[in-house]
């Protein structure tokens, strides 16, 4: 699959979004290793803590189906600049897919994208817990 499609299916997700309080839409699209994408938006709840960034829906989607091999995720936000992931969905991107491709899309349909070890260096592993 071609990143640009993935990354329209982050930004068509972004309808999914339901950023009650902070009206900030984010999107994103999982892409597995046989080609199957899920989709996510960020949802949130009158107790921050509880909220959910649209990364981590998709994934967790994902694995609540029994995908365990992803290719890419795409980031999609109404932004001028990318909107990266945050500390949580970084953790949970190393730690359920791997070294993956991260593609952020901005509010223009540019993309960037990085590894997942370009956006967090020296991650924090089951390695670390043996």
Do not use: W
Not at 6 to 13: N, Q, S
Not at 106 to 117: A, D, V
């Amino acid at each position: 699959m071609d990143y640009k499609d993935l990354a329209a299916k982050a930004i068509d997700a972004k309808k999914t979004a339901v950023p009650t309080y902070s009206k900030f839409f984010v999107g994103s699209a999982l892409l597995t290793e046989d080609n199957k994408i899920y989709t996510g938006g960020n949802i949130e709840t009158s107790s921050y803590g509880l909220t959910i960034c649209a990364e981590r829906t998709a994934i967790f989607k994902a694995f609540s189906e029994g995908e365990r091999k992803f290719k890419a995720i795409a980031i999609a936000g109404d932004t001028d600049g990318f909107c990266s992931p945050c500390g949580a969905c970084r953790q949970v991107i190393s730690d359920l897919c791997g070294e993956i491709d991260i593609i952020l899309v901005n509010k223009e349909q540019e993309i960037k994208i990085f590894k997942t070890s370009e956006l967090l260096p020296h991650a924090f592993s089951d390695d670390n817990l043996r």
